[in-house]
């Protein structure tokens, strides 16, 4: 136990948290078991680190951090860990990787079953579906879902300004005002392109390759998470991997399951189940008219964030694929988001506003008067014309 405590003592000291993410304020901190998702590089171990050090001293024996692919708990059940720790004066058990550990699920519920006096707060991926396929902790665990930075975050952290974020309404009916106040002290458009390529990513403040690393984030999702939750072969991986490609290749668009099926060699209802666990896995993104879901075909597929275009199309990324996955990348996270309602709207935003996303120096369309307009290279806009910047200060 000691050894661990030493562990802890050091993370907290040595954490780099150059900002304060939005989830640390959105989470009920008093809930007895909270999960905490995130695909992998987005900073699920640095919110559990940060969480223990605003509220415990690093040397403090009320709050641990472990994580679960240390060797020690294959021979040590995590209950019984659990006990000794809060025997001993526990209060806060930080877990991380919890998937690593099996029958996880199942000695968190009997953890918070016996241990009442015991809160535990837990990382897992982002495949994970923690009360669908865990029926031990439905209406127990409270669960929330980390993003990569968004523009905003990006920009306060590259700015040290301290923007807040706007709810769509807000931004919506007053964007105009927003956008003057923010142009004031900073240039948005200035960030935008470093934020596209390389922001999304917290892992971007490492000395290291960005591409090589997301590369190698992008791996670990599809070896580890993707194939271990989902009790995949090895064998399949190499399929999977030729899809998510092909996928990067033809995104946005429809995608011709039958030609996919081909492509990799497998049934359409494989190739199907294959692009539900790449959108869980948060690499990209399916959209579907209203009133449409899985396992239904998706209308249209988008990469998950714009970081990953440039992942897998470093020499041509187009323009309007770039615009388009931004925004979608940006309100997906507390909107609602399917296929535009017409032929010039690309989105429809929880069954209210539909959105076309164009540049400044696009033709004018049809203009349906029912549609919202986000334009890529303006600083303020008017009216319904609102800049596409503005969407990265949605969270």
């Known amino acids: 136990m000691e050894s661990f405590f030493r562990t802890h003592k050091y993370l907290v000291e040595h954490l780099c948290c150059p900002i304060r993410r939005q989830l640390m304020d959105e989470i009920n901190w008093d809930d007895q078991l909270i999960g905490i998702k995130g695909s992998r590089g987005v900073g699920k171990t640095t919110i559990l680190l940060q969480y223990a050090k605003e509220n415990f001293p690093a040397d403090t024996k009320e709050c641990l951090y472990i994580n679960l692919n240390n060797f020690f708990f294959t021979v040590k059940t995590l209950q019984d860990f659990a006990n000794e720790f809060r025997m001993k004066g526990g209060k806060v058990l930080l877990i991380d990787q919890v998937f690593k550990y099996p029958e996880w699920s199942k ?53 040290k300004e301290d923007f807040r974020h706007y709810s769509l309404d807000e931004i919506i009916s007053n964007h105009q005002q927003i956008a003057t106040d923010i142009c004031k002290k900073i240039k948005p458009l200035a960030y935008l392109e470093g934020y596209e390529h390389h922001g999304f990513y917290p892992f971007f403040l490492e000395k290291r ?114 615009r388009e996955t931004f925004f979608c990348n940006q309100i997906h996270k507390d909107y ?21 996303i164009e540049d400044n120096d696009s033709p004018n369309g049809k203009h349906f008067k029912e549609n919202y307009y986000a334009i890529d290279g303006i600083e303020i806009g008017e009216g319904k014309r609102i800049p596409l910047w503005l969407f990265g200060f949605l969270y």
Do not use: W
């Open 209 to 322: 390759n960005f591409s090589e690393n997301l590369l190698k984030t992008i791996n670990m999702m599809l070896e580890v998470d993707v194939l271990s939750i989902k009790q995949i072969e090895q064998s399949y991986l190499p399929k999977l991997r030729k899809l998510l490609y092909l996928l990067s290749t033809t995104t946005p668009g429809t995608p011709n399951v039958s030609q996919l099926s081909h492509e990799i060699e497998t049934s359409r209802a494989t190739v199907m189940n294959y692009i539900k666990y790449l959108n869980d896995a948060r690499l990209i993104n399916m959209l579907y008219p209203i009133n449409e879901e899985f396992p239904k075909k998706p209308a249209m597929l988008y990469m998950q964030d714009t970081n990953l275009m440039y992942a897998f199309r470093p020499v041509h990324v187009d323009m309007q694929a770039l």
């Open 336 to 356: 609602k988001v399917n296929v535009g309602q017409n032929n010039e709207a690309q989105f429809l935003i929880d069954n209210k506003y539909n959105f076309r």
């Open 107 to 159: 000695e968190l519920r009997y953890c918070y079953d016996n241990y009442p006096d015991l809160k535990i707060i837990f990382t897992g991926s982002s495949v994970m579906r923690l009360k669908e396929e865990n029926p031990d902790l439905s209406g127990k665990v409270v669960s929330y879902n980390l993003r990569g930075f968004s523009f905003r975050e990006y920009l306060n952290l590259l700015t």
